[in-house]
T-cell receptor
């Protein structure tokens, strides 16, 4: 089946630093990639939607200058958390839809970010 | 507004059958998904319903009634490995492409 990978799986950083998370679709070209955030015992909250070669569409309340998304190719999207703060500590998950894949979104394994 | 409700927790016995309900009120509807999520891991796809009725896939079945804004996930012959959170998600019309609105998930504990 379709596979989506994320890197890193876990990151610990100091407050004020920037962290980049990569999301790759393996073996298929993703028409659209999505970035979610999940706090403990909460539901997944969509942060932004990105299409290859165009600007990401951010959900209301998500700061586009803080969460930079780059979708450089049909197999790679990156999320950069700039000037991270402890409140940005969360589980970040990407998902992808791909050509001929129908309605299903396939999720990556997630990245756990801890900002000290 | 968008609202998806599902029970917070459920407990069932190994070998039994459990039904997890989901009700939704959303601005438009373009399909309902069920995902399984083990602690600390990303969700994995279980089922997709866009028309009324029952979709069966092995031990898992999912039902949808669009007029009632209601779905359930049925798990048969429960196994210990089925202990996980089950997320109900609705794909809404408009907004971001393929935008899914997730419920908070139902944590299922399967006991021996």
């Amino acid at each position: 089946g379709a596979v989506v990978s994320q890197h890193p799986s876990r990151v610990i950083c100091k407050s004020g630093t920037s962290v980049k998370i990569e999301c790759r679709s393996l073996d298929f070209q993703a028409t659209t990639m999505f970035w979610y955030r999940q706090f403990p015992k909460q539901s997944l909250m969509l942060m932004a939607t990105s299409n290859e070669g165009s600007k990401a569409t951010y959900e209301q309340g998500v700061e586009k200058d803080k969460f930079l998304i780059n979708h450089a190719s049909l197999t790679l999207s990156t999320l950069t958390v700039t000037s991270a703060h402890p409140e940005d500590s969360s589980f970040y998950i990407c998902s992808a839809r791909f050509l001929l894949g129908g309605e299903t979104q396939y999720f990556g394994p997630g990245t756990r970010l801890l900002v000290l | 507004g968008q609202n998806i409700d599902q029970p917070t927790e459920m407990t069932a016995t190994e070998g039994a059958i459990v039904q997890i309900n989901c009700t939704y009120q959303t601005s438009g509807f373009n399909g309902l998904f069920w995902y399984q999520q083990h602690a600390g891991e990303a969700p994995t796809f279980l089922s997709y319903n866009v028309l009324d009725g029952l979709e069966e896939k092995g031990r898992f079945s999912s039902f949808l009634s669009r007029s009632k804004g209601y779905s359930y996930l049925l798990l048969k012959e429960l196994q210990m490995k089925d202990s996980a959170s089950y997320l109900c998600a609705v794909r809404v019309v408009g907004g971001s492409q393929g935008n899914l609105i997730f419920g908070k998930g139902t944590k299922l504990s399967v006991k021996p």
